[in-house]
């Protein structure tokens, strides 16, 4: 496990922008597994400004998002449809028909998650999978459990998760209770993995998934079994490590 320091919120976006600029620019036809929520818009911004100025071209890019609410149309502002055209998709160059996110409009879950998983395979899986970390330890929305999920599945989310999300709401009666999302044995097919993480909220799970045993209570210390993964945090997060 590769971990970067960063110095601030700022500091991390860029760093974490490189790397997935230097993924499209190796493999122009790279496959991109993307994340939402705060954290990672920034390094979004970063590879937006990136492309303005004619550096990167996504035209050959495609995507797959890790996760994506059950029930919520795509029109709805706060579904991670509408999230990474507004974040990202609006302002660069990438083929709409390339960029593909579980179908939470689809009230069949069990084909819904079928269908994720199929676009995965058919894309040739994922070269670079970016994720953030939650304050519970979950990646997608796997959260804490007796078992490590293995592929794409609805998930009931924890109270948790549902109060952290209810700032994008109106209010926490509007936050979805359950999502489709990447199992881990899908997030691990990655080739390589880029986490990252902010703030001091985040230090005492940052030194538990990442310094702490492997368990399924905190789904994110898989990824210390992972042959290519990047941990880029700033100094707030990474303030409690052991190290």
Known sequence: MNIIRAKDYQDMSRKAANIISA?????????????????????????????????????????????????LKNTDPQSYYYFMHENLFSHVNIRKEATFLPDGTNPDAEAACAGHERVIRELGGIDLQLLGLGNNGHIGFNEPGAAFEKETHCVDLTESTIKANARFFDSIDEVPTQAYTMGIRTIMQAKKILVVVNGAGKADIVARAFWGPVTPEVPASILQMHPDVTVVCDEEAFSKAPV
């Open 23 to 71: 993924q499209i620019i190796m493999k122009p036809d790279c496959v991109l597994g993307l994340a939402t929520g705060s954290t990672p818009i920034g390094t979004y911004r970063q590879l937006i400004d990136w492309y303005n100025k004619g550096d990167l071209d996504f035209s050959r890019v495609s995507t797959v998002n890790l996760d994506e609410y059950r029930g």
